[in-house]
Antibody
Framework: QVQLVQSGAEVKKPGASVKVSCKAS????????MDWVRQAPGQRLEWMGW????????KYSQKFQGRVTITMDTSATTVYMELSSLRFEDTAVYYC???????????WGQGTLVTVSS | EIVLTQSPGTLSLSPGERATLSCRAS???????LAWYQQKPGQAPRLLIY???RRATGIPDRFSGSGSGTDFTLTISRLEPEDFAVYYC??????????FGPGTKVDIK
């Protein structure tokens, strides 16, 4: 079954870091790039960054540059997104999404709620 | 920076009616990299249309996309009960790179 399964919800304090995982299954992992998109409550979707699963190259949104790190473990077919220096406004659902034809996202994880609270 | 706007913000329709959703870009964009997604409460987005007019795998033919330049449209020919959701357009540009519109909510009248 082709799917992306993310790690569970997290509650973090301001200034802390969070690392969310996304395990891919049912397809050839290195054939697709993986992106991270977040959605704050009531807000539009927001692209955070991308990793090329074939070679590990990454690209990040300027908004998150310096705070976000996307890595992968090819043997585990898992991609990770770490966001540091968390702020209250980082409270959101974080999604991994497989990049497919014409830079669209054809497969999504179920989402991971990250709550930043003191 | 390319900004996507969507209209209307909310569309109230009855099952069986036709829905026409608009996505406008702040400058001319490539239709090759224009996509539409459907999102239901508590769920991840689902790809409907890519390349402005190509239906994704498994998407019913009542969904269609069109447009070019700055103006793009998602049409649902006859609304089914499961189509009431929020719809987002998305564009990719190598310099940005991915941006999403604010969404249009299609709700039951």
């Amino acid at each position: 079954q082709v799917q992306l399964v993310q790690s569970g919800a997290e509650v973090k304090k301001p200034g802390a870091s969070v690392k969310v995982s996304c395990k891919a299954s049912g397809y050839t992992f290195i054939s697709y790039a993986m992106d991270w998109v977040r959605q704050a409550p009531g807000q539009r979707l927001e692209w955070m960054g991308w990793i090329n699963a074939a070679n590990g190259n990454t690209k990040y949104s300027q908004k998150f540059q310096g705070r976000v790190t996307i890595t992968m473990d090819t043997s585990a077919t898992t991609v990770y997104m770490e966001l540091s220096s968390l702020r209250f406004e980082d409270t959101a659902v974080y999604y991994c999404a497989r990049e497919a034809a014409a830079a669209s996202f054809d497969l999504w994880g179920q989402g991971t709620l990250v709550t930043v609270s003191s | 920076e390319i900004v996507l706007t969507q209209s209307p913000g909310t569309l109230s329709l009855s099952p069986g009616e036709r829905a026409t959703l608009s996505c406008r870009a702040s400058q001319i964009v490539s239709s090759t990299h224009l996509a539409w997604y459907q999102q239901k409460p508590g769920q991840a987005p689902r790809l409907l249309i890519y390349g402005a007019s190509r239906r994704a795998t498994g998407i019913p033919d009542r969904f269609s996309g069109s447009g070019s330049g700055t103006d793009f449209t998602l049409t649902i020919s006859r609304l089914e009960p499961e189509d009431f959701a929020v719809y987002y357009c998305q564009h990719y540009d190598s310099s940005l790179p991915w941006t999403f519109g604010p969404g249009t909510k299609v709700d039951i009248k």
